[in-house]
């Protein structure tokens, strides 16, 4: 049997609740990964209150967002460990 490859584009194959949620996740990176408030997180990506807040806790469930005690919003530890491990693998 024969199998041939899927020629379809990548972009065929898009999950868009991933990508919204990857949106607000490099919306956390401000300027220098300073917390930043759901609000300016909205902003940055256009997406209601109740979509970002549901993308922030979901990334907080993974260890990908954290939460201070003034409210605000910025990279957790998981993500923090996932980046250095590549910049590691990558010599950078």
Do not use: C
Not at 63 to 79: C, D, F, H, P, Y
């Amino acid at each position: 049997m024969t199998t041939t490859m899927n020629k379809r584009d990548d972009e065929q194959y898009r999950v868009e609740s991933f990508t919204k949620v990857w949106q607000v996740f490099e919306a956390l990176e401000g300027t220098a990964f300073e917390p930043v408030k759901q609000s300016r997180i909205e902003t940055r990506t256009g997406y209601s209150r109740d979509f970002t807040m549901r993308a922030l806790r979901t990334l907080r469930l993974h260890g990908l967002a954290v939460q201070n005690e003034r409210g605000e919003w910025t990279i957790g530890r998981n993500a923090i460990r996932i980046a250095t491990a590549i910049a590691r693998h990558e010599g950078l």
